[in-house]
């Protein structure tokens, strides 16, 4: 983990017990592991700090979003801006617990040989899911992984999360969707 992470943990923290909203830039990765910034400075009013899946994760609230969470290691540039944070009757009456077992690693399952084919602007998606590589360029604007994943639930759990954002996640793939190698060879078993 990038030591940079342990300093925003804890100016998160600061900003917690000091009841103050924060701002920051949120990025992506690209296809060669460079930053890619998203537009604009978020706000934010930070609730709580968990560890998921070898990740920190921060959970607020934002006016654009309403109750949502981000990725620590892609946040940069936060600050506190001391104006006191947002808090109604969802924020107060969150049980972190429930919603970590909610939005974070839902689905489990034993590790798998897969291939996918995903548009090229969900390459942050499948990076933060299923790791750095190996990503190929595809044709189309697509881009290929190959490499080892968490089942097929992970790989409906990564479908719902590309449909959330607003696009296909089977569209370019091979007819009938995206296929699992299964042992001893043949064309691997369909998973849509």
Not at 31 to 50: T, V
Not at 125 to 142: H, N, Q, S, W, Y
């Amino acid at each position: 983990m990038n030591e940079s992470v342990y300093y925003s943990v804890d100016l998160l923290h600061e900003a917690i017990q000091k009841n103050s909203r924060i701002t920051f830039r949120y990025f992506d990765y690209d296809l060669n592991g460079a930053r890619r910034y998203r537009p604009g400075l978020y706000a934010a009013s930070p609730y709580a700090l968990c560890w998921q899946d070898e990740n920190y994760y921060l959970i607020a609230h934002s006016e654009r979003h309403g109750l949502t969470h981000y990725r620590v290691d892609k946040m940069a540039s936060i600050s506190l801006t001391g104006e006191p944070r947002y808090m109604d009757a969802q924020m107060r009456d969150l049980d972190l617990s429930e919603y970590g077992k909610n939005v974070f690693g839902m689905f489990a399952g034993s590790r798998e040989q897969l291939r996918l084919r995903f548009d090229r602007s969900l390459t942050g998606v499948v990076i933060d899911r299923f790791g750095r590589g190996p990503l190929r360029p595809g044709r189309a604007g697509r881009v290929c992984l190959h490499g080892r994943g968490r089942g097929v639930a992970e790989l409906f759990r990564l479908a719902r999360l590309v449909r959330r954002a607003g696009a296909d996640p089977l569209a370019g793939t091979r007819p009938g969707g995206v296929r699992r190698p299964v042992p001893g060879g043949g064309g691997g078993k369909q998973l849509s």
